[in-house]
């Protein structure tokens, strides 16, 4: 009787092979972790341990919260922290309702005009507009040094749309049936049946649009003056820029030197929310790539 010989790719690595695989994995994990480690160490050290130690502080001697408690306190990083909770949350809530709305009637054989408005979406995506005609449109919606100029110009990502459009148009045409005969509507079916299906991509696609407004920053240096700019602007221009900090408390506004500390500080405030995003919807990324490779 003969045995059959198992493939090459189904074989036990070596221990070798094992171990190299290992080291390689430690090498990265530290050169990801260390930098991060050091950015939030420094933000506890005190400004003396920083100086002394050249600028940077890998564990802190003497750890404290100063640099928190300025933030906190007011000031315009406190103001540019809630301003960007809101446009995330706000922004985030809107372009869903709008792709999923959107994403649904193209998902859609036979709805009116749907192949011409989907080359539209298409040939904005392959053409996206300048910095000058988005400006001129911004200005004529009156929008200027409004927070909807950061929200109103990017409800959609044609990218998200394809992909809203994809996996709706993936999940089996005999739903639609079934529900059409018992009497559902369109808007009874894309809520009780397409959307609680959908909860993977919708997972993947409102991370995608909440990272995209929590990260912005450049339009609103275009759009906004510099009392309604949102956290990533503020670490832009006051922690790499190199620029000076304003404390817009009460009485008369003063202009103060950032230190090390205050700057990893903002840093860490606007890296860490959005990282804890992520071990939440960790499930939904694996799930959804699985419905994507499986066909039924």
């Known amino acids: 009787m003969s045995t059959a010989v198992r493939p090459a790719w189904r074989e036990k690595p070596k221990p070798v092979t094992q171990a190299a695989k290992a080291v390689a994995l430690a090498v990265v994990v530290l050169l990801v972790l260390v930098p991060f480690l050091i950015i939030v160490s420094t933000s506890f050290a005190s400004d003396r341990e920083v100086i002394d130690n050249g600028g940077w502080v890998l564990w802190p001697q003497h750890p404290t919260l100063r640099a928190y408690r300025e933030i906190v306190d007011g000031g315009i990083v406190g103001h540019a922290l809630w301003v960007s909770a809101g446009v995330t949350v706000a922004g985030t809530a809107a372009s869903l309702a709008c792709t999923i709305g959107l994403a649904y009637a193209l998902s859609r054989r036979d709805v009116f005009g749907g192949k011409p408005v989907l080359l539209l979406i298409l040939f904005t995506f392959l053409f996206p507009p300048g910095m000058i005609p988005s400006f001129l449109l911004v200005k004529s919606l009156h929008l200027l040094n409004s927070y909807s100029a950061l929200i109103a110009p990017f409800l959609i990502n044609v990218f998200n749309l394809v992909v809203l459009r ?131």
């Open 166 to 296: 994809g996996f709706f148009q993936s999940l089996p045409e005999d739903l639609y049936e079934a529900a059409r005969l018992d009497g559902a509507g369109e808007w009874l079916i894309l809520r009780r049946i397409v959307l609680p299906l959908s909860k993977a991509a919708l997972a993947v696609v409102g991370l995608f649009y909440a990272v995209s407004y929590w990260n912005a920053w450049f339009y609103a240096s275009i759009y906004l003056d510099s009392g309604h700019w949102p956290l990533q602007q503020v670490l832009r221009t006051y922690v790499i820029g190199g620029a000076q900090l304003a404390d817009t408390g009460a009485g008369d506004a003063t202009a103060v030197a950032a230190p090390q500390t205050i700057q990893m500080a903002v840093l860490v405030v606007a890296t860490v929310p959005i990282l804890l995003v992520y071990p939440f919807l960790q499930k939904y990324f694996t799930k959804g790539v699985l419905t994507g490779a499986i066909k039924s």
